[in-house]
């Protein structure tokens, strides 16, 4: 299409790895067009306010583990909007026999807490002694922290944090494809205890910062200030566009060409290089002309219903102390949450002064139908086990309800082949990459470093 409208890179998606992609690139030199189809940039980062109450429908904070994405703060210029979750917030609480216990955080902690008997104790001491799986094994995480750790770490420990984490269910998960440093540590020290030990170092000489000790933060007003920025930097950014082609040509200028609807305008654009930055479902469709086994490898990622839920309380006589970070719920507790953090704990400028702000999440690959009800069938729920476990009110202050029908990608077993034919896909078509969470990771520092990969290689191209 000879009146196309030319750039050097074309990326499809603006989330925080479309809008890292970008700006990083556009730094470079290159100039950059993002195209998104909602009606607004940061995908699933959504932060605003109603009144002193702050609303984050998306991820409520991230951890400092990488340089790439302090610096990447910095030069967005919102480095001063920064905000450190708070000394209070270091315990956390699992639910254990209906009774919130705080997670032991050093070794006399360990030893002195109820939340582990004395056989899963001791059970733990023989870690170091068990041998590793071998290099080719195919395990689920479930599968590997039985092994190593025994069922009751597995119970209340791992089950708790994967359903924390990913919303997920460790029976499915793969442990190299969502854990890939925790088989990395068993395969180099034999492991999982010498390797925490030992791989201290390693990440020290590499700026790295392990995620159990990485400092946590959002910022003033949420962690759209994040995305904002970024967006307001890039001056070929188009929301609320429809694509109707992607296809590859012979040009070596402009190896891509994109056809969209814009403002009830036909547009054509074209690009040297392309980068899908969607859901991996989204990708697998804008792939479908030129790659269409991609429609079935990336729709097949699991992406599981997750409900938000934020409630606010004056304090009331009895109430939990909310003294810490929030609680994680086992699946062996059969309740119909999967915790709650006590975000203005974590956080000031969450609440009016004397009130309090939670966020409850609710359904994942544990209970997808609990996030599929009704905003009133699901803030009921909320407020149901936040009462019975907190003894909170029933009448809230202040209400939220955010219901995400695909939430997070699940890398369930298998994960690792979906990945190696998108690499078989890039490698069959110059100028192509895929960068999103469904690849490298779902945190924000995760998504930073994967971006940050992909523009080190298009810059060597």
């Known amino acids: 299409m000879s009146d196309a409208t030319q750039y050097d890179v074309i990326i499809i998606g603006s989330g925080i790895s479309g809008l890292t992609c970008a700006y990083r690139l556009q730094e470079a030199g290159r100039r950059v067009l993002v195209l998104e189809k909602a009606p607004r ?3 699933a980062i959504r932060s605003g306010r109603e009144g002193d109450w702050l609303i984050e429908a998306g991820p ?25 979750a708070s000394d209070a917030s270091k315990n956390r609480y699992i639910l254990r026999d209906g009774t919130l216990r705080p997670l032991p955080m050093s070794p006399p902690a360990f030893l002195g807490t109820k939340l582990f008997s004395t056989g899963a ?20 995480v479930s599968e590997f922290v039985r092994r190593r750790l025994g069922q009751e770490f597995l119970d209340y420990a791992i089950n708790p944090f994967v359903a924390g984490v990913y919303a997920g269910d460790p029976d ?32 020290k000489r590499s700026g790295e910062t392990e995620k159990q000790t990485a400092r946590m933060f959002s910022f003033v007003d949420g962690m759209q200030t994040l995305t904002d920025a970024l967006a307001a930097k890039l001056p070929n950014a188009m929301h609320s566009v429809d694509i109707h082609e992607i296809r590859p040509t012979d040009s070596g200028d402009a190896r891509w060409q994109i056809t969209a ?49 934020i409630t606010g309380f004056a304090p009331v006589p009895g109430m939990h102390a ?116 469904y690849r490298g990771g779902i945190s924000v520092g995760d998504c930073v470093k994967s971006a940050h990969a992909v523009v080190d290689k298009i810059l060597e191209e």
């Open 41 to 43: 940039f940061g995908g």
């Open 60 to 84: 409520n904070s991230t951890l400092e583990t990488t340089p790439l994405l302090t610096a990447l703060i910095r030069d967005a210029g919102v480095e001063d909007k920064k905000l450190y």
């Open 121 to 140: 104790k001791l059970a733990l001491f023989a870690e170091p002694f068990r041998k590793p799986s071998p290099p080719d094994a195919n395990e689920t």
């Open 172 to 203: 499915l998960l793969s442990v190299k494809a969502a854990f890939p440093k925790l088989f990395a540590l068993e395969q180099k020290y034999g492991s999982l205890i010498r390797g925490q030990i030992r791989g201290a170092k390693e990440r």
């Open 261 to 309: 609807r814009h403002g009830g305008e036909e547009k054509s654009f074209s690009a040297a290089t392309l980068i899908v930055a969607t859901p991996a479902e989204a990708a697998g469709t804008l792939s479908a002309d030129f790659a269409p086994q991609l429609e079935a490898t990336l729709g097949g990622i699991p992406y599981p219903a997750v409900a938000e839920v």
């Open 322 to 437: 909310l003294d810490g970070f929030g609680f994680l719920i086992p699946k062996v507790e059969n309740r119909r949450i999967l915790g709650t953090i006590f975000s203005s704990t974590i956080f000031t400028h969450r609440a009016p002064a004397g009130y309090v702000h939670l966020t409850t999440f609710i359904g994942g690959m544990r209970q997808p139908d609990e996030a599929l009800r009704s905003e009133d069938e699901i803030l009921r729920t909320a407020l149901e086990e936040q009462h019975a476990l907190l003894g909170t009110p029933m009448q809230p202050a202040f209400k939220y309800v955010t219901a995400w029908k695909h939430a997070i990608p699940q890398y369930i077993d298998g994960h690792l082949d979906r990945m190696a034919k998108v690499d078989a896909v890039e490698a069959a078509h110059p100028g192509l990459h895929y960068c999103a969470n």
